[in-house]
């Protein structure tokens, strides 16, 4: 019995959403629900799955989108976790009016997210990690009992995260990507928002952006 994960790669930008479940108490939480997301309805139904919260990594459009769906399955709604360094991104519907893409309204978030804060799913717990650079507010998910680090839009298979977009910075970024992902055990299953799984042990080998 464990913490389990669950990878949906869905939406126009080839987003990561993923879902956690405690496969004891059949407790879940959703990360990141983006466009299309509700095909993850059939598994949560399928496996018999409790969702109780939708936590974000950033507020990003691609990350936020789904958000809605989920939160109203049940009512009240289901709180919508978020770092409030990125409620200003959150508002302005996650800069996709700069893609071109309209938003709908999504409901406010009511679970704030702090560095080293621990979260529960069932049984299991995860720690938040706040991980800057690539939104002012951008947090990770760690699962130490699997090995396993959500990493958002901050580190990808041979990428970083972009640091263009409002509230980007690129020294914190990089901060971010030594201080709080590569001191973790070399190992450690890195999930990001974007492309394929990878370690840490890979991407310090490997990436070209980490010298
Ligand atoms: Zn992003
Ligand atoms: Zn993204």
Same mark, same amino acid.
């Given at each position: ?12 930008l080839a987003n990561n ?8 108490? %059949? ?11 509700? !095909? ?16 974000l990594t950033h507020a ?29 991104? *959150? !508002? ?26 621990? %979260? ?13 650079? !690539? ?6 998910? *760690? ?34 990507? *030594? !201080? ?29 952006? %980490?010298?």
């Amino acid at each position: 019995m464990s913490l389990e994960i669950k990878t949906f790669p869905l939406g126009p930008l080839a987003n990561n959403t993923y879902l956690l479940m405690d496969s004891a108490s %059949l407790q879940a939480v959703i990360v990141d629900p983006t466009f299309d997301s509700y !095909h993850i309805l059939d598994t949560i139904l399928k496996e018999r799955l409790t969702l109780n919260q939708i936590w974000l990594t950033h507020a990003h459009f691609d990350h936020i989108a789904g958000a809605k769906l989920f939160s109203e399955l049940r009512q009240p709604p289901l709180p919508i976790g978020l770092h409030p360094a990125d409620l200003d991104l *959150y !508002h302005s519907g996650g800069i996709a009016s700069v893609f071109g893409i309209d938003m709908i309204a999504l409901p406010e978030p009511s679970l704030f997210f702090e560095d080293g804060q621990h %979260l529960e799913i069932g049984e299991q717990a995860v720690e938040v990690i706040h991980a800057p650079g !690539h939104s002012p507010g951008h947090v990770l998910f *760690y699962a130490p009992q699997i090995s396993t680090l959500l990493t958002g839009d901050l580190i990808f298979k041979n990428g970083v995260g972009r640091t263009d977009l409002p509230g980007g910075d690129g020294q914190q970024l990089m901060a971010s990507i *030594y !201080h709080q992902v590569l001191s973790l055990p070399p190992e450690t299953r890195l999930l990001p928002g974007h492309g394929p799984e990878t370690t840490i042990q890979e991407e310090a080998d490997n990436n070209p952006y %980490l010298t």
